[in-house]
């Protein structure tokens, strides 16, 4: 009814009521009557403004629909990529947990059989809460780690951390300007990136809850991305948020940020981190993040069938993130040397002049006599983490973890016997392996 009455008039002289298109086409007869030659001027005008008018919408809408191809042309360009978390796709219905060593996970318990995928940092994932209650003087105060002239205070490091950020205790220890990816991560991810410094530290030192890429071969760095990338490695525990981080991270990244983050940290110096004790006891701990945090000095727990990995200092590692951080590991009594028997013969043994075939290949037959890789494709395990080595060995044995390199299959066959003690007690033996390249004449093998 609205509708309809807009387009109606009423006639002033009948008080009829017409449609307005029927009132105009009357008007303009009217005055043709009335005013006779001069009407032919105006009518021509009237038609001319009309004319312009259409012309002018239809410049208009080609114009619109041009530029509406264009703004469709400039938004599927790759340069406005929107922000791509890609969770991981793994199978990990085949993995046997009952084997799994806990405590390379600083977890307690297998996961549950319908346990989710979690992500750490992914967005919508709030921070973790700040741990400590301090005073505004506390959390402003400057410290410091030892051998670093610089100065940063609690509330500074936070304030990067959460940014996603790194905090950089020693820029000599490290090529400098450092490329953009290692400060702020995948620029695809936008403010949701995280930078790959921030869990591996400035200089790619590492930690045990993630890895140290620091000092790996080039060519090894670019073939491990590419397998998080294309879902050739995971970590076999779902709940390993980091490691399922790690992954949408690599789906993220350009073949140049892949490169460039390889070279820098391959060309970090490799530093030791680790100092590993064999004991009976362990103090008490908790564990958070995935890690052991020392809970009191006296050492009363049994160590039983654990390495009990803790950060020899804690403020500087955990709350200051030093990227010269050492780690202790305890070991139980005796494993250096079954772990030396396995790494260096296999497990071999000689028994009534007879040679039995031990469990498992010397490592050095592929990782170089002392252990310290052979690039371009194997990677060094001397003085490395022994939390993060066992959960690449059982990763690899229960299939979790594969890659692009055939090279993986033989490492998988490798450690296909080794049960949870022997993995302790090789990690426990390549963890105290010093972190050198040996000259020739020591590279002899000895029992
Ligand atoms: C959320 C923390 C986190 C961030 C940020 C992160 N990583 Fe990782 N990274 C990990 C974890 C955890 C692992 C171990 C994965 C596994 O095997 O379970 C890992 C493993 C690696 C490895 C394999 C090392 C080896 O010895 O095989 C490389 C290389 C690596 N990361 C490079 C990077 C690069 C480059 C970036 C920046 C884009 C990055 N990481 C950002 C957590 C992280
Ligand atoms: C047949 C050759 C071969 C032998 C023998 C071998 N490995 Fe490996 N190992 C590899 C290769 C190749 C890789 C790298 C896999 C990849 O590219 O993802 C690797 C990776 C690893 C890793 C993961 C390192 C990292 O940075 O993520 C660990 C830990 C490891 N090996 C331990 C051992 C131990 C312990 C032994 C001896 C019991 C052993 N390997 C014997 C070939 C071998």
Redesign the pocket.
């Known amino acids: 009814m609205r509708a309809r009455q807009l387009l109606i008039m009423r006639q002033k002289d009948t008080g009829e009521n017409v449609p307005i298109t029927d009132v105009v086409k009357s008007s303009l007869r009217g005055r043709q009557k009335q005013e006779g030659g001069i009407v032919k001027h105006r009518v021509g005008a009237v038609v001319l403004a009309v004319v312009c008018f259409t012309l002018g919408l239809v410049v208009q809408r080609t114009y619109d629909a041009w530029h509406a191809d264009r703004l469709q042309l400039a938004n599927e360009q790759p340069v406005t990529v929107k922000p791509v978390w890609t969770p991981a796709q793994v199978d990990r219905s085949k993995i046997d947990f009952s084997k799994q060593p806990l405590w390379a996970w600083g977890a307690t318990e297998p996961p549950k059989l319908d346990e989710k995928q979690a992500v750490q940092f992914a967005p919508g994932v709030a921070p973790a809460a700040p741990t400590a209650n301090l005073s505004p003087e506390e959390l402003n105060r400057g410290r410091h780690v030892e051998g670093s002239r610089i100065e940063f205070s609690i509330a500074g490091v936070r304030a990067a951390t959460n940014r996603g950020g790194i905090v950089d205790w020693f820029p000599e220890d490290h090529q400098n300007p450092i490329p953009d990816i290692i400060t702020r991560g995948p620029a695809a991810l936008g403010k949701d990136a995280k930078a790959c410094g921030l869990c591996h530290l400035s200089d790619g030192s590492g930690r045990p809850e993630n890895?140290s890429p620091a000092g790996?071969p080039t060519e090894?760095i670019m073939?491990?991305l590419n397998?998080f990338k294309n879902d050739l490695?995971h970590s076999s525990d779902p709940r390993k948020g980091n490691s399922n981080t790690m992954v949408m991270l690599a789906k993220a990244m350009t073949n140049e940020e892949m490169r460039a983050a390889a070279e820098y940290f391959a060309a970090v110096k490799w530093r030791p981190h680790e100092q590993v004790i064999e004991t009976d006891l362990v103090s008490k701990t908790r564990i958070q993040g995935e890690l052991f945090i020392p809970t009191a000095k006296e050492l009363t727990e049994p160590i039983d069938k654990r390495i009990i990995e803790v950060p020899a200092d804690v403020e500087a590692n955990q709350t200051l993130r030093n990227s010269r951080g050492t780690w202790i590991a305890y070991v139980p009594i005796g494993a250096i040397q079954k772990g030396k028997d396995?790494?260096t013969l296999?497990g071999m043994k000689i028994v009534n002049g007879q040679i039995v075939q031990g469990k498992?290949?010397?490592?050095g037959?592929?990782?170089g006599i002392d252990l310290m890789g052979v690039p371009p494709?194997?990677?060094p395990?001397a003085g490395?983490s022994p939390s993060?080595?066992a959960r690449?060995?059982f990763d690899?044995q229960q299939g979790a973890?594969n890659?692009s390199?055939s090279?993986?299959q033989?490492?998988r066959m490798?450690?296909a016997k080794?049960e949870p003690e022997d993995i302790i007690n090789?990690?426990a033996y390549?963890a105290s392996l010093p972190v050198e390249r040996q000259s020739q004449d020591r590279l002899v093998l000895r029992r």
Request: aromatic residues 4%; glycine residues 4%; proline residues 5%.
């Open positions: 890895a790996l090894y073939r491990q397998d490695r396995l790494v296999g498992t290949t010397p490592c037959t592929c990782h494709d194997v990677p395990l490395r993060y080595m690449e060995i690899i973890r890659g390199n090279n993986v033989l490492m490798v450690v080794l090789i990690t390549l």
